[in-house]
């Protein structure tokens, strides 16, 4: 018997069940597999970021394995529709007899998935298992067994059913055979960037410890903390959750080792609550496949007028809208490939409610910047902010920027760090600088602000209003 492991977003050794269960002590022969799929990548979007962080991954799994006596075959083939032939033929020449894997709930990732069954039908025996998720998609229905549309009543089912049982993590395999050499990882023909590795050090072993010096020290203080972006009050995990270095059942164990009553409301609840809205919008990805297709949830709201505003697009990518919070927002991202949860919210609804512009183009350059770029929690995310989305922010509801800043950056040591332009602005007035230099007479070196939010406001509220009256 020969086992093929086929490592997707699951890049690691610790809670692995495919990985698990192809290393069944019976003697067969274990290999495993990576396949780079740049053009598959491109039409992502996928950042650079990510994409040097998954190599990296790649290669620390690499040696993992190696030193269990598996092999990691990595290859490079344009799109997943490539994928199926290389499999099937790689299966008949190292004559594969079992398949392993864990499933991916995208629409584009799934058709690769069951192509690859049918095309191995006979010959290869096909063994999927859920990951990346707590409770697998479609496992916790309503009562009539439909999916969930609304968190609320999601999280408390999903909490229900922990609180019934939990799920296990699985502890790494022991060694199939002798340690080999780490493979060599080729290019993946795809553009790189790299980021901090103080911010983000490779390795499911860092991830692991953030998570628990996370669980032990912050999660107790995390709904506190949550929603200022100078603090740091998260656990930023998210972009080995992006990639599965790390698995959110891990998260979830850490969490309950130390705060054993966040499943009943005690400390850690509300950070257990955030790992829940990802499993939500990973099941509403299944139930709603227009998410996959970068198509609105609701209906009417396909019929908004958005803005051509290519200038005012550009303005905000490059953090220049002349409003301190949403600029600081858009340079933590271009420089880091991470931003602050808040952040996301109010960057987000600025490009949407103030400029008026398309969310999926939001949408987009997120993902091509974002370390964590995730489909369902990116779109889910800025479907919420468009009011698009399953249990979205309601459409009348609009940000207001410069009470935002005011609120979640009160003392501006966020917006100081980013805006060096703003250092002789007062901390009262650093949220609304125009006008603070305007009574002055001063100029800064930073620009006025591209709209009059009131006014923003009253006309995108009337194109919501017109899309609805269409319905
Ligand atoms: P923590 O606050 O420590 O939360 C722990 C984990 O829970 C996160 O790592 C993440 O996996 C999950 N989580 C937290 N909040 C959310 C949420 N609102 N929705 C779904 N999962 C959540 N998250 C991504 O992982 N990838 C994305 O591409 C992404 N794009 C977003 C776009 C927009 C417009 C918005 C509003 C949110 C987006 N999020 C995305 C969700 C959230 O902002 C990030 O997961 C979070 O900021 C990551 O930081 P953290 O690891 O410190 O999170």
């Known amino acids: 018997t020969t086992r093929l492991v086929w490592f997707r977003r699951d890049l690691r050794i610790h809670d692995h069940p495919a990985?698990?269960?192809a290393c069944r002590g019976d003697g067969a022969r274990v290999i495993a597999l990576y396949l780079a799929t740049p053009q598959q990548w491109e039409q992502h979007s996928m950042a650079p970021r990510q994409a040097w962080f998954i190599?990296?991954?790649?290669?620390?799994?690499?040696?993992?394995?190696?030193?269990?006596?598996?092999?990691?075959?990595?290859?490079?083939?344009?799109?997943?529709?490539?994928?199926?032939d290389w499999i099937d033929a790689f299966c008949q020449r190292h004559r594969v007899t079992e398949l392993f894997y864990h499933y991916q709930y995208e629409l584009d990732e799934r058709r690769r998935d069951a192509a690859l069954e049918r095309a191995l039908d006979g010959k290869v025996?096909?063994?999927?298992?859920?990951?990346?998720?707590?409770?697998?998609?479609?496992?916790v229905t309503t009562g009539s067994g439909t999916s969930y549309q609304v968190f609320t009543p999601f999280s408390r089912a999903v909490i229900r059913r922990l609180s019934q049982a939990l799920p296990e993590c699985v502890a790494p395999p022991s060694a199939c055979g002798t340690p080999l050499r780490a493979p060599d990882i080729p290019d993946f023909d795809y553009p790189e960037q790299t980021v901090s590795e103080?911010?983000?050090?490779?390795?499911?072993?860092?991830?692991?410890?953030?998570?628990?010096?996370?669980?032990?020290?912050?999660?107790?203080?995390?709904?506190?903390?949550?929603?200022?972006?100078?603090r740091p009050g998260t656990s930023r995990l998210s972009p080995w959750l992006a990639v599965g270095a790390l698995s959110p059942r891990q998260c979830l164990v850490q969490l309950l080792e130390n705060h054993p009553d966040a499943l009943t409301g005690g400390p850690g609840a509300v950070w257990l609550k955030?790992?829940?809205?990802?499993?939500?919008?990973?099941?509403?990805?299944?139930?709603?496949?227009?998410?996959?297709?970068?198509?609105?949830?609701?209906?009417?709201?396909?019929?908004?007028?958005?803005?051509?505003?290519?200038?005012g697009f550009q303005a905000w990518c490059e953090g220049r809208t002349g409003f301190p919070i949403v600029d600081a927002a858009m340079r933590q991202l271009n420089a880091t490939g991470w931003m602050h949860n808040r952040l996301r919210m109010i960057a987000a609804s600025f490009l949407i409610k103030d400029l008026r512009i398309d969310w999926r183009q939001g949408?987009?350059?997120?993902?091509?910047?974002?370390?964590?770029?995730?489909?369902?929690?990116?779109?889910?995310?800025?479907?919420?902010?468009a009011s698009t989305g399953c249990d979205a922010q309601p459409w009348f509801r609009i940000f207001n920027p410069t009470t935002q800043g005011q609120k979640f950056d009160r003392g501006g040591a966020f917006v100081r760090h980013w805006l060096p332009?703003?250092?002789?602005?007062?901390?009262?007035?650093?949220?609304?600088?125009w006008e603070w230099a305007d009574k002055q007479g001063m100029v800064l070196d930073y620009p006025r602000p591209l709209v009059d939010h009131k006014q923003a406001r009253e006309t995108t509220l009337a194109a919501y209003q017109a899309a609805r009256n269409k319905e």
């Open 363 to 385: 949408e987009r350059y997120f993902m091509s910047q974002l370390i964590d770029g995730d489909l369902a929690s990116n779109n889910g995310g800025w479907q919420w902010a």
């Open 125 to 139: 025996t096909c063994q999927g298992f859920d990951d990346g998720v707590l409770l697998a998609p479609g496992s």
């Open 55 to 84: 190599r990296q991954h790649v290669a620390a799994l690499g040696r993992s394995l190696a030193e269990l006596g598996i092999p990691l075959q990595v290859a490079v083939v344009p799109d997943y529709r490539a994928s199926v």
């Open 19 to 21: 990985l698990k269960a």
């Open 274 to 311: 955030e790992l829940i809205w990802r499993d939500f919008y990973r099941q509403v990805m299944v139930a709603r496949p227009e998410m996959s297709r970068y198509q609105p949830l609701i209906p009417w709201t396909a019929a908004i007028d958005w803005r051509d505003d290519p200038q």
């Open 421 to 433: 332009a703003l250092d002789a602005v007062p901390g009262s007035a650093l949220h609304a600088p």
């Open 198 to 230: 103080a911010d983000f050090p490779v390795g499911e072993v860092a991830a692991q410890a953030r998570l628990a010096a996370f669980c032990h020290q912050t999660a107790a203080e995390y709904d506190a903390q949550r929603d200022f972006p100078a």
